[in-house]
């Protein structure tokens, strides 16, 4: 079965230093992956995706994601963070089935 | 520059009301989509629709309705609320139902049920 895995519920950064948000998929196929950010009370922007061709992917923001495929892995990245990165992370593969299959999702917090 | 506008932001309701949720999109998308979002569950799809006439039943569908009015504008209704439908719901669109296409989000419905 198609499934998404954040295993990071809550992670706490400083402002500055660099951040790594780990997903996991399970896809038969070649995956469609995405990355959403949810400010608080917010809906979902599109952060950055990947569909096929270079794995490390650009996004906005100065996100970017390296697709890899041995390990199922879509892990975003951000070299320096900022405060106003404070928010909850979705990483989903896209689904003939359900248009998106999303992960349970990773709170960030940034400390000043 | 709208995008996809849902109306009410905020609604308490008694259990065994009724209400609908509005979702309106300008971007001449073709599919729709209703999400409910959860604590630690992420984002379930409830229902959706490919193109304008059609809907289909997504994750978990089980009591709620909806309507594709037109291109424009799909609508989800609860009949009788049950505290267990308290959530977060988002509306969306697409412009196909493709995985590989980027669905943009509204901005939520947060929805008690008391």
């Known amino acids: 079965a198609q499934s998404v895995t954040q295993p990071d519920i809550h992670i706490t950064v400083s402002e500055g230093a660099s951040l790594e948000l780990r997903c996991n998929y399970s896809y038969g196929a070649t995956p469609y992956l995405f990355w959403y950010v949810q400010s608080p009370g917010q809906g979902l922007q599109l952060l950055l995706k990947?569909?096929?061709?270079?794995?490390l992917v650009q996004g906005i923001k100065g996100f970017e994601a390296e697709f890899k495929r041995s390990q199922s892995s879509f892990n975003l990245r951000k070299p320096s963070v900022h405060w106003s990165d404070a928010a909850e992370y979705f990483c989903?593969?896209?689904?003939?089935?359900?248009?998106?299959?999303f992960g349970t999702g990773t709170r960030l917090k940034v400390l000043a | 520059n709208a995008g996809v506008t849902q109306t009410p932001k905020f609604q308490v309701l008694k259990t065994g009301q009724s209400m609908t949720l509005q979702c309106a999109q300008d971007?001449?998308?073709?599919?729709m989509y209703w999400y409910r979002q959860d604590p630690g569950m992420g984002l379930r799809l409830i229902y959706y629709?490919?193109?304008?006439?059609?809907?289909d039943k997504g994750e978990v569908p089980n009591g709620y309705n909806v309507s594709r009015l037109n291109k424009r504008e799909f609508s989800l209704r609860l009949e009788s609320a049950a505290p267990s439908q308290t959530s977060v719901y988002f509306c969306a669109s697409s412009v196909s139902i493709l995985a590989n296409t980027e669905a943009f989000f509204g901005q939520g419905t947060r929805l008690t049920v008391v």
């Open positions: 989903a593969v896209g689904s003939g089935t359900y248009k998106y299959i």
């Open positions: 629709s490919a193109s304008e006439g059609t809907t």
């Open positions: 990947y569909f096929s061709g270079d794995t």
């Open positions: 971007m001449n998308h073709n599919s």
